[in-house]
């Protein structure tokens, strides 16, 4: 337990495998209530599969994942309700092509959370403006930029009030300006206090916005940091190794 009490995220004991591949081995992890922790590692080192088994959207071979201090069950009604706790925003947008911005952002609560129609909407119209894109509202996915249809996808996430929002490589598929717009709404809701995991190869951001770095080979935690500790002084030769080939780019 930490010092906050009950842990917002918790895995104990998470084993994963595709096959014969071993990819998480016996993950721990708490975070506490409005953390940001950032998932740096190498390709194949098991990050995505990571964020990804947080809402079971991969099974897991063996441990508990509890969000809030609920676990979470294999599947059914009571995983789709402890989910909809749980905002998870992937590399590819997955926004709906067919509808507008703004009916992508009030679905969820609309049919999920049985929002009022008058409620969904207004919150909808607040989130795209947090994001910096209210003046899109009626345009559809295709319309828009990568880096707008990111903010989107963030919006449509926060419209559900998650507990946790989870962020798997937000940026990589991104045009190298477009990442930035992405960073900052995502450094604004770190900065008010939302309890985040990122996956993502932007240093800048782990830096800037993370409070823990949790450093992955793998399938295992191979360090767990402040920033400021992992990025000057990494404990691992594998960490050492990492950044030696990411900085000096």
Known sequence: M???????ILMSGVDKHFGELHVLKDV??????????????????????????????????????????EEL???GKALAALRADVGMVFQSFNLFAHKT??????????????????EAEKKALALLDRVGIANQKDKY????????????????ALAMDPKVMLFD???????????????????SLAREGMTMLVVTHEMGFARR????????????????AAPEA????????????????????
């Open 209 to 224: 916005a993370a409070n823990r770095v949790l450093f992955m080979a793998d399938g295992e935690i191979v360090e767990d």
């Open 28 to 69: 721990n992890i708490e975070v506490p209530k409005g953390q940001v922790v950032v998932v740096l590692g190498p390709s194949g080192s098991g990050k995505s599969t990571l964020c990804r088994a947080i809402n079971r959207l991969e099974p897991i071979d063996r441990g508990t994942i509890a969000i809030d201090g």
């Open 2 to 8: 930490t010092a906050t009490g009950t842990p917002m």
């Open 101 to 118: 911005i703004f009916e992508n952002v009030t679905l969820a609560p609309l049919k999920v959370r049985r929002s009022g129609k008058a």
């Open 169 to 187: 490589e937000p940026t990589s598929a991104l045009d190298p300006e477009m990442v930035n717009e992405v960073l900052d709404v995502m450094t």
């Open 73 to 75: 069950p294999a599947e």
């Open 230 to 249: 992992f990025f000057s002084a990494p404990s691992s030769d594998r960490a050492k190794d990492f950044l030696g080939k990411i900085l000096t780019h």
């Open 141 to 156: 996915p295709a319309q828009l930029s990568g880096g707008q249809q990111q903010r989107v996808a963030i919006a449509r």
